[in-house]
């Protein structure tokens, strides 16, 4: 995973997390790391580090989530390290890190609650909505709860449009192209 910083020119440069992260010995110096890699990014350009701001926060497939950051605090380099951290350690995380970063794209950087609503996000996760397909969900769904519709009137129903009424209930995600389904 990568950090994107953009200075105030907006020129940008790359962080690889996964990289500071395989050196730090905690969280307290992850964020140091973070911190000095900043620095030394202000200093090379010839800016205060208050101009060098959050850009984007990149999985390995190169998807983005973009970053809202104030330049006149840390804080945000405090979110990407819990939001690393949470990816990374956190035995509470069973759902798949696209679909956190798909849960926090669609909320929005600013709004996302990086001490609560990881919790949150997970609870409300459903599942991945593969190639959405409305028919096969609704296929899956009924044989999930063991309903099934005898053999000679199946041509007769409507599985996709039953499906369809089955997501609505649910909120759709998208990171890169694959949906997710979280609860409302």
């Not at 690889?16 to 905690?26: G, H, I, K, M, R």
């Not at 983005?64 to 006149?72: G, K, P």
């Not at 997970?122 to 709860?145: I, N, P």
């Amino acid at each position: 995973m990568d950090l994107f910083i953009e200075a105030t020119t907006h020129d940008n440069h790359g962080i690889d997390l996964d990289d500071l992260w395989s050196d730090a010995t905690d969280t307290t110096e992850f964020f140091e790391m973070i911190v000095v890699e900043v620095a030394n990014y202000a200093i090379d350009k010839g800016i205060p580090f208050g101009d060098v701001m959050g850009l984007t926060f990149d999985d390995d497939d190169g998807e983005e989530l973009a970053i809202a950051a104030n330049s006149d605090d840390t804080l945000w380099i405090h979110e990407v390290v819990k939001l690393y951290d949470h990816l990374k350690t956190t035995r509470e995380h069973y759902i798949p890190d696209e679909a956190i970063l798909a849960y926090i794209d669609n909320v929005g950087w600013a709004y996302f609650d990086f001490d609560a609503d990881f919790k949150y996000a997970e609870g409300q996760y459903s599942q991945e909505f593969v190639d959405e397909d409305y028919e096969e969900y609704a296929r899956d769904h009924m044989s999930d709860y063991g309903n099934e519709i005898p053999e000679e009137l199946e041509s007769y129903f409507d599985y996709a449009g039953y499906g369809e009424s089955l997501v609505e209930e649910y909120s759709r995600v998208t990171w890169g192209s694959t949906v997710y389904l979280f609860s409302n």
